[in-house]
């Protein structure tokens, strides 16, 4: 049986429960939060986290996909103090997240590059995060990312994210891609990693919830991905209700196999100059939104439990047991 690697564990996919499927825990600019935020490395930091994660845990939700890769400040020993105090699983993930060029210790290697290679070296990176486990705390990722912003298909970003495909292919763990719905580059991720040979059933298009544009997703959906609707609480992009009524039409139209839901939230960030200051920006932003509001609001327009149950239990669990890996190790 193919086993799901978590921060704590591995588990059958089975036990994965209900599922948010992207969010974050520490969500920083590390440069900046190691020299300029010492409060991240207090113990009320993990104490926050531990409380926020298990009141997430108490709502009904059984695992969460931390989607925190190099560029959006993973710190792999604080997150694994969090995840060894709480019963919530925590899915870690590797890739990079670039609007641009790639990470910087890769600029200059690489096939062609200053440090020549002939394989690109990434694809070692991301494979022995999955394989081996991250900054040597023994934690293997069980998801990748990449990401494709309103800029396009930079070299960088092609890079990165045929990187990605490359590593998927090699250990079979399945791809988030970020992606700019208003500009449609879910469709060029699509693409790209279609010609790595990614069974694109494997791949989640994230922030698909950003768009009402239904014509758009289903173009998405059509191509047998997973579409994120994934960012509840930031209501600054569009309102909760315009997200609402957009799954209500996709589920209408016949597409909740292939919708699941999350917020892309954290508990600390240094995006602002205090954490304090992150919440009250954002009040709706938080792991009980979608428990809180959005499962309401979902019901009143007509989606039933069973379609929700799908998007939260069986859509991530299809996603997870195709890994090829068996038994969570390779």
């Not at 790595?196 to 950003?210: K, P, Q, S």
């Amino acid at each position: 049986m193919a086993l799901i690697e978590t921060a704590r564990r591995p588990i059958a996919p089975g036990d994965l429960g209900r599922v948010l499927i992207h969010e974050h825990v520490f969500l920083m600019d590390m440069e900046y939060t190691w020299n300029y935020r010492p409060d991240f490395f207090e113990p009320r930091t993990v104490d926050d986290a531990v409380a926020r994660l298990d009141a997430l845990k108490a709502s009904g939700i059984d695992t969460i996909v931390d989607l925190t890769v190099l560029g959006l400040g993973r710190h792999m020993p604080t997150l694994a103090k969090a995840a060894a105090r709480t019963e919530l699983n925590i899915i870690v993930s590797t890739g990079a997240y670039t609007f641009d060029a790639v990470p910087a210790p890769f600029q200059f290697w690489g096939p062609g590059l200053l440090k020549d290679a002939e394989v690109e070296p990434m694809i070692g990176h991301f494979v022995s995060d999955i394989t081996e486990g991250i900054a040597g705390t023994g934690i293997r990722a069980g998801m990748l990312k990449c990401a494709i912003d309103e800029p396009g298909l930079t070299p960088g970003v092609e890079r990165v994210m045929r990187a990605v495909a490359r590593a998927h292919g090699i250990t079979g763990t399945p791809v988030t891609v970020h992606t700019a719905p208003r500009q449609e580059t879910g469709l060029e991720a699509q693409r790209v990693l279609a010609e790595e040979g990614v069974n694109l059933e494997r791949v989640v298009i994230g922030h698909c919830g950003d768009t009402t544009d239904v014509d758009y997703l289903m173009r998405l959906a059509d191509r047998g991905s997973l579409l994120g609707m994934d960012r509840f609480g930031v209501d600054f992009s569009i309102t909760m209700q315009e997200r609402v009524a957009t799954i209500a039409e996709m589920v209408r139209r016949g597409y909740a196999g292939q919708l699941a839901l999350s917020h892309d939230c954290c508990c600390w960030s240094d995006y602002f100059p205090d954490v304090s200051d992150y919440h009250a920006a954002m009040p709706n932003h938080h792991y009980l939104h979608i428990h809180d509001d959005v499962l309401p609001a979902l019901r009143e327009a007509g989606v039933s439990e069973a379609d929700l149950d799908r998007m939260f239990i069986d859509n991530p669990r299809r996603l997870f047991e195709g890994r090829a890996i068996t038994g969570g190790r390779p």
